[in-house]
């Protein structure tokens, strides 16, 4: 093993460094929202330099988006070899994500985080990342006949974790627990084929 994979090998230091760094940048996320977010906050946290934040994210706003989905990864997409199941199983785990104070501030800075194009190109990648992953329960179901090929994954999912998105955000109302089945229920009925 060469010098340069021995210091590139995950779970060394550098993962550390990366850990406290995400971990820091949600903590102040959390506390101070997306305006009171400061790259010098967030070195002075996780005790790196913020020169070696900016080495390593180039900018405040990679920075957030890779806190973003670190924080995400929570979200499982399950793999149950029924889409119903599935489309339940990430909704109820989507809806008790939102309602963590973590949860809770990602979606705030997702929703207020404006239009200049540094911001949205950082939450277009995020968004993106996470349709993507999501998206495998569709195709999976369109694999296993459960769907017709017609569906459109990107927009299911969309169909699905946006009431649980509308609560949190826009009415903040509880997501009760028989909520995700009936959504799926209603969304299966539209999209599944006819037999």
Do not use: C
Request: proline share 5%; no cysteine.
């Amino acid at each position: 093993m060469s010098e340069t994979e021995v210091r590139r090998r995950p779970g060394g230091r550098s993962a550390r460094v990366r850990a406290a760094v995400l971990d820091a940048t949600v903590e102040l996320l959390r506390a101070h929202g997306l305006e009171g977010l400061k790259v010098g906050d967030v070195a002075e946290r996780a005790g790196v330099h913020e020169t070696s934040i900016y080495r390593r994210w180039r900018n405040r706003e990679n920075l957030l988006i890779d806190a973003l989905l670190a924080a995400s990864e929570v979200l499982r997409v399950p793999d149950t070899g029924r889409v119903r199941d599935d489309l339940i199983a990430y909704a109820t785990d989507l809806a008790a994500f939102l309602a963590t104070p973590t949860g809770h501030a990602l979606e705030h800075t997702l929703a207020i985080a404006g239009d200049d194009p540094v911001m949205r190109q950082a939450r277009d990648r995020y968004w993106a990342y996470r349709s993507e992953r999501s998206q495998q329960m569709i195709t999976r179901a369109v694999a296993r006949g459960e769907l017709p090929d017609t569906v459109d994954p990107r927009l299911v999912i969309e169909m699905l974790v946006s009431p649980v998105h509308f609560r949190v955000l826009l009415t903040r109302e509880e997501i009760e627990d028989g909520m995700p089945a009936r959504v799926v229920d209603a969304l299966l009925a539209g999209i599944s084929p006819v037999r």
